[in-house]
């Protein structure tokens, strides 16, 4: 038979249980929310986008089109899956700054990142730059609006994910 444990171990403590598994946060599923909502504006963009850079300039409209918005997917998701990463470790004691790591860190690469295939892909042969600016600029607009509908839509409590003295 076993015995009531009645001194605490490590095993009771709550340190110890949380460890390894953190807790999410509410605000994770918004952000899941986001990611799939922007996918799906991609996909449209993506189609609409790329039959009129078809119809302004062929395949190199087209395959601008594509280009520009798949640069905006990358960059909405890094956003929005750096902070599903941070999110990860809410009961580290350093969360605070391990969130701010990663997400500032993820905002510098995309920075850099953009700036590189700006430059790479200014003035090439195989690209329409007025198309692959036209689609960067509306899924941009597009992942905004999708910012602003899902955290609008979102009924999320000021405080969430707040433990008062005695809950467990």
Do not use: C, H
Request: no cysteine; net charge neutral; hydrophobic share 55%.
């Amino acid at each position: 038979m076993s015995e009531p444990d009645s001194a605490p171990s490590p095993k009771n403590e709550p340190e110890a249980r949380i460890r390894g598994n953190y807790p999410m946060p509410a605000s994770s599923s918004v952000f899941s929310t986001i990611l799939k909502w922007d996918v799906i504006l991609a996909v449209g963009i993506a189609l609409v986008g790329g039959v009129i850079g078809y119809l302004v300039d062929g395949w190199i409209g087209a395959t601008s089109a594509l280009i520009g918005t798949a640069m905006v997917l990358v960059f909405a998701g890094i956003t929005a899956g750096s902070i599903l990463i941070a999110n990860r470790f809410t009961a580290s004691p350093l969360y605070t700054t391990l969130f701010f790591v990663i997400v500032l860190g993820s905002w510098i690469v995309k920075f850099l990142l953009f700036i590189i295939l700006v430059v790479v892909l200014r003035g090439q042969a195989w690209t329409n730059d007025t198309v692959l600016f036209l689609s960067i600029v509306i899924a941009v607009l597009g992942t905004l609006v999708v910012d602003v509908v899902v955290v609008a839509r979102t009924r999320m409590p000021y405080a969430s994910d707040v433990r008062l003295p005695g809950d467990r």
